[in-house]
């Protein structure tokens, strides 16, 4: 499959198009050519008015990941998105966050794309895979305000129409929904689509917590059962994965039989 040589068109975000869509038309929406990064430039509209703003970027020159690492992102191949949402919660209370998120972007992908039978699963914390490959992922930015509730930036990075990638720019097996489909996609539909299930997420988030999406991620759950390792700070963890607890803490059994539940880090299938 070589799209480069067939001439994919290249078709870029269009704001109007994406608004004219929505459901939830009264966010507040900024499309950019380029930036450094959307959850960066999302920051300057913390503590304004509290609303709901969304930054969709063609190109950011310091992409990030979680835990210090680069998110490449070359012009208008992918998704760079990040959403400023208001949370009456106090921090302690957003620690399923970054799950429901994932299970969002599962959704608003399926829903907008015909995936050949193959299932998006996520590797907790919040990274969202096919078949052993990284698709998405999900860097959150928390900041808590003087009348204890929290603003936080849901920063989303989506592999879409990107064929080539060096092992510097990536440095782990990756997809995109071109490789999967072989199907050229628009990323406007894409970024409705994820605009408008986030919102009804994170609204649900807000009302009911992680209890709501137990069902859920139990269907998405792509460590459940396995032999996993969790290295959070200096300490490593390994068992067999048991699911979550009502925080979104990854539960592993350990080889002595104990529940040991971990509550951040980064999670690597080991069988
Ligand atoms: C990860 O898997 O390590 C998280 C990747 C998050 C990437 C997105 S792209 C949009 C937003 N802006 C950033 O700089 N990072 C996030």
Do not use: P, Y
């Given at each position: 499959m070589d799209f480069e040589k067939t001439g994919s068109p290249l078709i870029l975000l269009d704001r109007k198009k994406i608004k004219a869509n929505l459901r939830h038309s009264t966010i507040q929406?900024?499309?950019l050519e380029k930036t450094d990064s959307t959850n960066e430039y999302l920051k300057k509209f913390i503590s304004q008015n509290e609303q709901i703003r969304v930054c969709i970027a063609e190109l950011q020159t310091q992409g990030r990941g979680r835990l210090n690492r680069q998110w490449y992102s070359p012009f208008g191949q992918n998704i760079y998105?990040?959403?400023?949402y208001p949370f009456q919660k106090v921090l302690s209370e957003l620690s399923g966050l970054s799950l429901v998120v994932g299970l969002a972007i599962c959704q608003s992908i399926e829903s907008v794309v015909k995936l050949k039978n193959k299932m998006l699963s996520i590797k907790w914390p919040n990274d969202i895979f096919v078949d052993q490959c990284k698709?998405?992922?999900?860097?959150?930015?928390?900041?808590a305000e003087s009348n204890g509730f929290c603003q936080a930036i849901v920063g989303i990075g989506i592999n879409v129409n990107m064929l080539n990638a060096t092992k510097k720019d990536i440095g782990q097996p990756w997809t995109s929904l071109l490789k999967i489909t072989e199907q050229y996609q628009d990323r406007n539909d894409l970024c409705v689509a994820l605009i408008d299930v986030l919102m009804d997420y994170l609204e649900r988030f807000?009302?009911?917590g992680l209890?709501?999406?137990?069902?859920?991620?139990?269907s998405?759950?792509?460590?459940f059962g396995r032999v996993v390792s969790v290295i959070s700070g200096s300490k490593k963890h390994e068992g067999i994965c048991v699911g979550i607890n009502t925080q979104g803490h990854l539960l592993l059994k350990t080889s002595e039989k104990i529940i040991q539940a971990c509550t951040s880090g980064d999670s690597t299938l080991l069988k």
């Open positions: 929406l900024d499309i998105f990040s959403m400023l698709l998405a992922g999900i860097l959150i930015e928390i900041q807000s009302s009911h209890l709501a999406f137990t069902e859920e991620w139990k998405r759950d792509g460590l």
